[in-house]
């Protein structure tokens, strides 16, 4: 037995046969392989073996051995490429003395050491490892090394401590944060969600699934919208709602987010819910405030033009009738009726309605309503604007007799004022149809009321101005004939003592006669004057249009003003083109227009030039009347063409005339369809422009009611 063969040990002088058990066996060539030598693991077969070597050598772990006192036995592993290490180049070199006593790694050497086995953590520079230490025992129970795993964990503690952040992250936002599996298993929610849900922990997920707190109509909108599209484009986001612990539903602003493998497959989703209910209770709020502005505009927008309407007429059958119309389009209502007060019958009569037939119509003009058959319902307007009208067998009598005559089912009605009372009545109502007037509706029946009595109460006005006028019209008329006719016979017996009829004059009854003569005349100018005004203002001024060729028209008026034109110190300048344009218009009043000026410009020119220059201009012709005269304060240029009116105040007066000149002459231009216009400087003189059309027409004569 000379040959020691596995099991046998060779001692000094004899040989000695040792018996071992299969586990004594194992024990001891492992420990026998903590030599010097690198390892070779025998696995019983080649193919095995090989396998487990290129797995230790090319995996990112470290295989280790130490011996009792801590020297490497074993270093190998891919892992050791981190640490600087070559595989082997620990062997024989003691860890305590590699690492410093501060090392982790030294105190989990001898912990491993001391017989514990355990698996702990150290970091190496830069890099995390996960060690596994396992203490090896010999026969006898004490620890014969140190077996040893170590795996580079530091992608996978990053990983972690990247995980526990954002775990922070989420735990610290307001929001719900949830996490679920392609299944809808909800496997995570931050506090904030777990609050909003109402649960207590993270325990009671364990059956939850993520559409189970919210209403029916959310779920359909996740499951049909929100899913599909995350999972077609990543991300959906949208307003859901959440029902909370209290059974609340809470408005939540949503986005469902899907993360995917690296191979394309749902991993899982998550999502985010913001509630939103002070937001909607802002919207609502705004939409509200919205709703109540859009009113409001709607409402002054319909006044307005109702008003527009109303107030672009001054003649009352014409506004009440527009009246009715607005009414019916503001208030959307059937047919709409003008009731006005006539006090000499005490009666309220029609006059004017909408959406009736001719026939109704002239039913119900015919009617007459007296005070005391509506006297319940002007008892309520003496107290409100605006009031309803149901005509039921509530109602009195009178007024569903009245309402059959219209054939209205619901009505209401508005007071017209004038000051305290209540000259007339708008109506408004349905027929052969239930209805109601809203809040809205009846904010536009009250301002009906009172832009209605103000357009009324505006024409009552103009009517009685317009009579007014009429009737001093009518008497300037009346008086100015009646001054005429004495006034003619002390001209013409002036005339007669001028012409020597009565005997010769001596040169001082000359002179007085010559001076009672242009007194005459002045007065005579006056009169007549006064006369185109009340013409003019009653409307009797008619217009004979026709050609009118222009040089022969200015050569009228130089004979005709011969007289001023002799004016010592001021001479006479005539621009006239050779061939103007023919004029139609009406020469008799253009020569009054342009003599008025010309007959200005001489009085108030006591010296230079004054000149008339003839301009085609802008589709028209332009007559210039320039003077070099005393000229007119800018203040006063505002007011010259308003009847009566002078340049100058009357105790300061030096020139004669009543200021009715330049008034006719803008009156008559009106007629024409003229435009004048006036440039002066004080002490430089004035310019007068008029400009006159190619062509005038007639103007429109104005309907009197």
Same mark, same amino acid.
């Given at each position: ?179 679920? =599996? ?274 009324? =109460? ?58 009672? =003569? ?47 034109? =002799? ?139």
């Amino acid at each position: 037995m000379g040959s020691n063969s596995k099991g046998h040990r060779p001692e000094r002088g004899r040989a000695r046969r040792v018996v071992t058990s299969p586990a004594q066996r194992h024990r001891r060539t492992t420990h026998g392989s903590l030599g010097g030598r690198r390892p070779r693991f025998r696995t019983g077969a080649g193919e095995s073996q090989e396998r487990l070597q290129a797995v230790v050598t090319s995996a990112p772990i470290v295989l280790f051995a130490l011996d009792p006192s801590g020297v490497f036995t074993l270093s190998e592993g891919k892992g050791l490429e981190a640490l600087g290490l070559r595989p082997g180049e620990a062997v024989g070199r003691s860890v305590f003395e590699l690492l410093p006593a501060v090392s982790p790694v030294v105190a989990h050497v001898r912990r491993a050491l001391a017989g514990e086995t355990f698996v702990a953590e150290a970091e190496m520079g830069s890099l995390v490892f996960e060690t596994r230490y396992l203490p090896v025992r010999m026969p006898g129970g004490e620890v014969g090394g140190i077996i040893g795993v170590s795996t580079d964990i530091t992608e996978r503690r990053r990983a972690q401590e990247a995980r526990d952040r954002l775990i922070e992250i989420l735990e610290a936002t307001t929001d719900l944060v949830g996490i679920a =599996d392609t299944n809808g298993q909800a496997v995570y929610y931050n506090t904030a969600g777990r609050r909003m849900l109402g649960l207590a922990d993270r325990g009671e997920l364990g059956h939850l699934r993520i559409f189970e707190h919210q209403p029916p109509w959310a779920v359909d909108l996740v499951l049909n919208e929100g899913v599909p599209v995350a999972l077609r484009d990543g991300v959906w986001s949208g307003e859901t709602a959440l029902v909370g612990a209290d059974g609340r539903e809470i408005p939540v602003s949503q986005v469902i987010i899907a993360h995917r493998r690296p191979d394309g497959a749902v991993e899982y989703c998550s999502t985010i819910a913001r509630d939103i209910s002070e937001r909607k209770r802002i919207e609502g709020a705004l939409n509200a405030k919205t709703g109540q502005l859009r009113e409001e505009a709607e409402v002054a927008a319909t006044l307005a033009r109702v008003g527009k309407e109303l107030i672009s007429s001054l003649q009352t059958p014409a506004i009440v009738r527009r009246l009715c119309e607005l009414t019916c389009e503001a208030l959307g209502c059937d047919c709409s009726h003008s009731f006005i007060w006539q006090r000499e019958e005490a009666v309220y009569i029609p006059v004017a309605s909408h959406g009736d037939s001719d026939e109704r119509w002239e039913t119900i003009r015919a009617m007459r309503v007296p005070a005391s058959v509506a006297a319940g319902l002007l008892g309520r307007l003496e107290h409100d604007d605006v009031t309803e009208v149901v005509f039921d067998d509530t109602q009195e009598a009178s007024i569903n007799a009245l309402a059959r005559q219209f054939g209205v089912t619901f009505g209401i009605c508005m007071a017209l004022r004038r000051g305290g009372e209540i000259f007339a009545i708008q109506t408004a109502g349905y027929r052969g149809r239930p209805g109601i007037f809203n809040v809205r509706q009846e904010r536009i029946a009250r301002g009906i009321a009172q832009i209605g009595s103000l357009a009324l =109460d505006n024409a009552r006005l103009v009517d009685e101005l317009e009579r007014a006028s009429r009737l001093k019209s009518d008497f300037v008329a009346t008086m100015s004939h009646e001054l005429r006719t004495p006034l003619n016979a002390i001209m013409g017996y002036n005339d007669l003592l001028r012409a020597g009829e009565f005997g010769p004059l001596t040169v001082e009854q000359g002179e007085i006669a010559r001076r009672v =003569d242009k007194c005459a005349r002045e007065l005579l100018d006056l009169i007549n004057a006064t006369l185109d005004v009340s013409r003019l203002e009653a409307g009797r001024l008619p217009l004979d249009l026709r050609e009118t060729h222009v040089p022969a028209l200015i050569g009228e008026i130089d004979i005709e003003t011969r007289e001023l034109q =002799d004016k010592l110190d001021v001479d006479f300048v005539w621009n006239v083109p050779d061939a103007p344009p023919t004029l139609f218009t009406d020469p008799t009043k253009l020569k009054v227009v342009l003599k008025n000026l010309i007959g200005n410009a001489v009085k108030f020119t006591h010296e230079g030039t004054v000149s008339v220059d003839v301009v085609p201009c802008d589709g028209g012709m332009e007559f210039r009347v320039s003077d070099t005269g005393i000229g007119i304060d800018k203040q006063s240029v505002a007011i010259i063409f308003e009847p009566f009116r002078q340049a100058e105040s009357a105790p300061n007066r030096r020139y004669g005339g009543v200021g009715l000149g330049l008034y006719i002459v803008r009156r008559l231009l009106d007629m024409l369809g003229g435009t004048i216009t006036v440039e002066s400087e004080i002490g430089r003189g004035s310019q007068f422009r008029v400009w006159v059309p190619l062509s005038a027409k007639p103007p429109a004569r104005r309907k009197r009611p």
